[in-house]
């Protein structure tokens, strides 16, 4: 969800939107870290199990069924935001491209993710999500250097927003889907190979505190540099034929395929325990 999160600033103002960026990182680091000593203590191994043991048979089918739903949206979102930025990137080179390039850029994204989305643990997608992160971080340098080069359109005067904004409520949405990995966080726990809530609160403090630190420094260049002419998508912002927004949108389509094996795994997960709780 980071390209999204120029315009969510813009919605919600440049100060009052860092601090609830902030402060919705935090937020799940309090959260997560609660999860995983409820579990510890409950002799719970996964979200379903936990919610069983709080909520009874009906909460564990709720919560798992509620996962399952929210991480094959979350899946199709990440193919619908790669089908946005391959087409962007693909134009760059053709002038007239195909009529179907983006359900051909969809259909090759899907593919490319299917063998990481059949391993048996998640530790195996370590690899993959270094490189992930690796492009992200590239990516925000890109969108930091196209703020120096095209200059300043968007305030820093710290001021409410406009009546022709969303306003705060819809940026806080999108704070909270950046920073969602509540439904994860038994799946990477249990891939510690020293697993303890203490260090699982470590590694997941220093994960989050660098996430929100890289959302902040995209979201506001990204803001800075168009405005109220910021989009929902700020890599659609830039032209076409712009060399450094061409590798922003390569990079990032990169997260896009990377990001589709986190929430295939929840969804495997959500599903074994639904039909352990239907086989019950």
Request: include cysteine; charge should be positive.
């Amino acid at each position: 969800g980071i390209v999204g999160l120029p315009a969510a600033l813009k919605d919600a103002g440049l100060g009052l939107g860092c601090f609830l960026l902030i402060g919705m990182a935090f937020t799940v680091h309090v959260v997560v870290v609660a999860l995983v000593r409820d579990a510890e203590v409950l002799k719970a191994h996964c979200y379903g199990s936990l919610a069983k043991a709080a909520l009874g048979s009906i909460g564990e089918v709720l919560v798992c069924g509620g996962q399952f739903v929210f991480d094959v949206g979350a899946a199709l979102t990440y193919l619908i935001i790669f089908g946005d930025t391959a087409v962007s990137s693909v134009e760059f080179f053709v002038a007239k491209p195909c009529k179907h390039l983006r359900l051909i850029c969809v259909a090759g994204a899907g593919m490319a993710a299917l063998p990481p989305c059949l391993l048996r643990d998640v530790s195996g997608l370590e690899g993959i999500s270094l490189l992930s992160v690796a492009a992200v971080f590239a990516a925000t340098g890109v969108v930091i250097s196209e703020l120096c080069t095209r200059g300043q359109q968007g305030s820093l005067t710290i001021t409410a927003p406009s009546d022709e904004d969303r306003g705060v409520v819809a940026a806080l949405g999108l704070f909270a889907f950046a920073f969602v990995c509540q439904d994860s966080c038994f799946l990477y726990y249990r891939s510690l190979k020293r697993r303890t809530p203490s260090r699982f609160s470590k590694s997941t403090g220093l994960a989050l505190g660098s996430s929100a630190l890289l959302c902040v420094l995209f979201s506001a260049a990204g803001y800075l540099t168009y405005g109220a002419q910021t989009s929902s998508n700020i890599l659609n912002d830039y032209p076409i034929k712009d060399v450094r927004a061409l590798i922003a949108r390569l990079l990032y389509a990169i997260t896009m395929v990377f990001g589709i094996p986190s929430s295939v795994f929840v969804c495997r997960q959500a599903g074994h325990a639904l039909h352990r709780a239907a086989s019950s």
